[in-house]
Every structure is written in C-alpha cells, then in structure tokens.
C-alpha cells in the first residue's frame, strides 16, 4: 500500500470516529434534554392543578376565586412559566396566564391536545422551538387532565421556558464531545502512529537490507552477485538494439603493501576514494560494482566498438595514477584493468566476467599499470580455469581431498614431535595441483571456507589414531574467519575425534591479524580457552609481527623459510635476525620453530641457536597418511641422526 492510500484512510478512521462521537453526544443531549423539559412541564402542570382549587369552576367558565389569581401572579414571576391555559372537559379554552395577563379567553378556541387528554386520561407533553416573537427559542408544554370521581372535569396546560435548561445542557454536552473526541482521537491516534512509524520503519529495515543484500557495504556499491544479474540484463538490452557491452575488471598494484604500512583502516579508507574516482570517472549508463577486496568491475553498455572500451579504461589508468591523500599523506597508487567484450568475448555474465579476470591477470603479469583486451590467445587459460574450478567443486563433493603430513622434529635430540597438515588436490588426469594455484581460486571461488573445515576435521580424525606423544598442526585462512565460526568449527572436530586439544596446533600469519584485529583477536582467544596451541607463521616477513607478541600470548612462533634460504650467502644478517628472534621467543615463553632446514649445513646451524623444533626436507618431505605408520613406528626409536630418528620419512 502506498504512502499516500495510508494516510488518506487513517485520516478517513479518524474523522469517522470523531464524527460518529459528536453524533452520538447530540443525539444524547437532545434526549436527555427532552427527558427533563417534559419532567419539567409536567411537574408544573400538576402544580397548578394541586394548588387551584376552582379548576372545574374556572372550566365551567367563570372568573377564577382571588386566591386562584394570586397564584397565577406569583408564578409569573418565576420566569419560567411563561403560560398557563386552564381548557374544559371538551377541549376548549376558558382561561389563559401569560405575561400579558390574566383572565378569561375572549373567543375560546378548541385545542387537540387537550381534548386527547380529556379522552384518554393521560398527561400529555411536547416541545417546540419558538418561532414567534413572543415565545421562547425551546419549551415544552405539559397538558394534565384534572380528574374527580374517575371523570376529567377539566384540563391543565403549562408551556415552561427550557432555553436556558437547553443551553447548559449543550455547552455540557459539547465540552464532553470534545474531550472524548480528544480522547478518541489519542486512543487511536497513538496506535495509529506507533504503528505507522513501526511500519515506515520496518520498510526503511526491509529496504536496507534489500540494498545490503545486492550492494557492497563499505563503498554503496553493486556486489558481486547484483553485477551478475544486471549484466544479465544489459546483455539483454544489448542483443535488442544489436549493440556491444564492455566489461571492465580493475584492481589496484601492491594493494598488500597498503595493507602492511597503514594497516586495515588506511586499506579501508584507500578502497572508499577508489570506489569514488570510479563512480566519478564511468558514465551515467555503466554499472559500477566492488568484486571483493581491492577489486572492482564497470560495466559499459551501449558502445559502438572496440575504441570506446580503450578510451575508459586509460581514463581508468589515469584516474588511479592520483595519489591518494590518506591520513594527512599523499600515497602514489596504480592500478591494472582487463577488459572482455560483448559478443565477441561471450555471451554470458559469467564468461564475460571471467574473460574480463584473466585479462587482469596478464595486465599483471606484463608488468602492472595497463589496460590488457581479452584475446582469444587467452581462452585456454580460461578454459584451465574453469577446469580447475570444476576439480574443486567435484573433489569438496565427492571427498577428493587429500592430507599429507609432514614432520615436525624436536631439537636437539631430533625425535619427531607431530607433523603439520598439508592440503593436496589431484588434476582429473591425477597429476598433483600445487597448492598455490588451487588455494587462491577456492578463495575467489569463496569455498575455502568449507575446505578449511574439512581440513580441521580429517587432520584431527586422522592425529587421534596417533600415539598420544604426537601433535598435529593445521594451517587457519583468512577466509576462514571471515565466516566467524572458526572456534565452533575446532571445537566440534575435537569432540567427534575426541582428541585432546593440546595436540593441535593451529597455525596463523600475520596477514590475517591486518584484517579486523580485534575481532581476530576476540576469536583467537576463544580458541585458545579451549587449550588447543596457537602458532604464528611465516614470522619474520611481515611489518607488524612484532607488535601482536605482546598483543596476544602465542605458544609457538615459526620463522620463515626465508631466512634459511638466505643462510648460505655472504651476508650474515640472515643468520642475526634467526639468533634474534628465538632468544625474543624464548624470553616470551614461546617455543619456536624454524622453517626450511634442507641441508646439513642448515641442520647445524639451528641446533646451534637452540631452537625448540625444525622442519624442512632435510628430515621428511610431506606424505600421504597411508605412509605414515612406518615413520612413526621409527620415529619412537630416536638414534643419534636426526634423520635416522623419523625412519623412512626422510625417503618419503
């Protein structure tokens, strides 16, 4: 219903109530009025017969006695009696009072009410509204039948002046109508606008998250979901006219960095200016949309040709290339974009999306800050994509999915402490996927989430067949705790391996603490309270590892691979900054675990620093679960060689 329907019937409600309330206070004014003034005349009219004692001789026609006459004077001066008329037993006039005087009628006249009277017996009374000069604007006239002996011998009239009795009654009865009419008023009308504002206020709630549910809720603008639909319908339009569309996929170069110098608050505010200078620079016909993260998408329809498509996206190069002014500094940004085309490109939103992404994609790899046109070159690579994407899907479906497990070994006696979970994916040809390339498109795919949980579950369901000596760690995304449900998801693996939670360790990097630090924080302390260990990763090669030490009691730091990787060159600040960091650990309480240790030499060199624990290949490459058995079975006869403590996960 519309705003404008509601409020005309509410107002036709209210005017009805106060209309029926006003009717109904007249129409009980009047009857109770009338009630009183024939009371009134009637209560008069007895008085007369009570207090006359010649009525029948007055009736009969002769001059009323002296005591008669004094009464009829002394009730002139009430006032309000203004008339006394004395009839006989046939209906007829013989004596009238009134303020002009007193005395018999000249000429008698035959009145009907008086004659009803004499035949019924009965009082009869009436009102009127004065219409002459001489009587009032509201009396009423009471007739009253004198009876003797069962007969009426005559009949008494008295008209009594009710103006003033009417008056009262309807200045009372309108002060009444008009506070319940207030009140009728309020007692609708504060419902009434209670739940006129509880119903604008459910639309404005049902509009917000309309627009919520199609739009992205930092920057306003259309998500990825809406995009699909409206391109759709731009598609369409397109085919009508036998016009093209263009679809441009835009993402900012070295948006991490961003991230890393002016943390999630700087990002955040970068991803506002970016989604304005886009509005500001796509025409009053495109379609503006954020992807997700640093990545945004226009569409452009109704253009004539390849040309239009070009001239956008160097305005879109160029509109980037402004520094940007955040926090009180100018920050020099540039952006890549990829463009698909409409028909040539494809003919369906999700295509012409992708198409748009892989050209991205080559604008990055051809050096950042271009523009790159969808080719046909390309669409092997798409169909690579999509090919990967359907092995994803298939294998989250049909448990395609597979652990390995590499070890991780306690220095310095070199006896296997638990091995890490390693997530595999095989091609539908059966050649191995690198994680690298699968991980990333689950997470554009947006199903790492599920994943993840899967992972958290067999990694558990597989550790509780461990002997008890034997820890297991897995690897947390980002995307993971974007869902909000990490701690639910540990915690219900744990119960249903019923494995003590001190035996996983769950391992995070500090890109994730750059997100909502707070809110990780908050979840990260969840998970410690139920006693499984929290390890930070990758230490080392961030710009703020340092500062979440202090920020949040981790029990295990990992020192990047990195670092034993540069161990072997001239330089010595590799091997400075590994000394440094376990000695920080150890005065936090931590343990610490260096990454990557591949050769002797390495092997050596850890054992030296006095690290708590070493993984690398030098002491077992990762393996599937079914190679596990005999390496454990090893692994619980430790021997001088760190290698020989694992057994055959060495050769693994």
């Known amino acids: 219903m519309s705003k404008q329907r509601t409020a005309g019937l509410f107002i036709i409600v209210l005017v009805a109530l106060i209309g029926g309330t006003l009717l109904a206070v007249k129409l009980a004014a009047d009857h109770l009025l009338y009630q009183d003034a024939t009371s009134t005349a009637r209560k008069w009219a007895r008085y007369v017969t009570d207090n006359v004692e010649d009525l029948e001789q007055i009736a009969g026609g002769e001059e009323p006695s002296s005591a008669s006459m004094a009464f009829f004077r002394w009730s002139q001066q009430i006032g309000m009696v203004f008339r006394y008329e004395i009839f006989n037993r046939e209906g007829y006039s013989q004596l009238v009072s009134d303020r002009h005087g007193i ?3 000249d000429v008698s006249e035959y009145n009907v009410s008086a004659a009803r009277c004499v035949r019924t017996g009965l009082p009869y009374v009436k009102v009127g509204q004065g219409g002459e000069a001489d009587l009032p604007s509201f009396f009423a006239q009471a007739y009253v039948p004198v009876i003797v002996n069962g007969r009426a011998i005559a009949v008494v009239a008295a008209d009594v002046d009710q103006t003033e009795e009417r008056d009262r009654y309807y200045q009372t009865f309108l002060v009444a109508g008009i ?10 009308g504060i419902p009434a606008m209670a739940w006129y504002r509880r119903t604008k206020e459910k639309q404005r709630a049902d509009e917000e998250i309309l627009f919520l549910a199609k739009h992205d809720g930092m920057t306003g603008l259309v998500n990825r979901g809406y995009l699909t639909e409206r391109l759709g319908e731009a598609l369409a339009n397109a085919w009508a006219v036998e016009g093209c569309l263009a679809v441009h996929h835009i993402d900012l170069d070295r948006f991490k960095e961003v991230n890393d110098t002016l943390g999630h608050h700087g990002g955040d505010t970068l991803i506002k200016l970016m989604a304005e200078r886009l509005r500001a620079t796509a025409g009053s016909a495109d379609i503006v949309a954020r992807l997700g993260g640093d990545e945004f998408a226009i569409v452009q329809p109704g253009i004539a040709d390849r040309s239009e498509a070009d001239r956008l996206a160097q305005r879109l190069l160029d509109t980037m290339a402004v520094p940007f002014f955040i926090n009180g500094h100018d920050m020099a940004m540039t952006a890549s974009v990829g463009t698909a085309l409409a028909p040539q490109d494809g003919q369906e939103p999700e295509r012409l999306l992708r198409c748009a992404d892989l050209a991205l994609h080559h604008s990055k790899s051809d050096g950042r800050n271009r523009a790159r046109l969808f080719t046909p070159d390309m669409d092997s690579e798409l169909q690579q994509r999509l090919g990967l994407e359907r092995c994803i899907r298939n294998a989250l479906q049909d448990d395609g999915f597979e652990l390995y497990f590499q070890p991780l070994v306690d220095m310095p006696d070199g006896a296997v402490a638990g091995y890490e979970a390693l997530l595999r994916l095989r091609a539908e040809d059966g050649s191995p996927i690198p994680p690298s390339t699968f991980i990333p498109a689950a997470e554009e795919m947006g199903l790492i989430g599920m994943i993840g949980s899967w992972v958290i579950r067999k990694a558990c369901m597989t550790a509780a067949q461990w002997p008890p000596r034997f820890t297991v760690a897995v690897n947390l995304s980002a995307a993971q705790f974007d869902a909000g449900n990490v701690c639910d998801v540990v915690s219900a693996a744990l119960a249903e391996a019923a494995l003590e939670p001190q035996r996983l360790h769950l391992e995070i990097t500090e890109s994730l603490l750059l997100r909502e630090t707070s809110a990780v924080m908050t979840e990260l ?3 410690k309270a139920l006693g499984v260990l929290i390890v930070m990763d990758d230490f080392g090669t961030g710009y703020s590892s340092l500062s979440y030490l202090w920020r949040f009691p981790f029990d295990k730091i990992k020192i990047d691979r990195a670092f034993m990787q540069s161990l072997d060159s001239a330089d010595k ?20 675990t260096i990454e990557g240790v591949e050769d002797a030499r390495q092997v050596a060199f850890v054992r030296d620093v006095d690290c708590d624990e070493v993984q690398g290949f030098y002491f077992g490459r990762p393996m599937p679960e079914g190679d596990l058995a005999a390496g454990m079975l090893a692994a619980l006869h430790t021997g001088d060689d760190p290698r020989r403590s694992i057994g055959n996960v060495s050769a693994a």
């Open 573 to 592: 600040t590799a091997e400075t900054i590994v000394k440094t960091i376990v000695g920080l650990g150890h005065s936090l309480q931590m343990r610490v």
């Open 103 to 105: 005395g018999p009628v």
């Open 525 to 527: 302390a969840r998970l």
């Open 179 to 188: 506070s319940l009419c207030a009140l009728t008023a309020l007692a609708f």
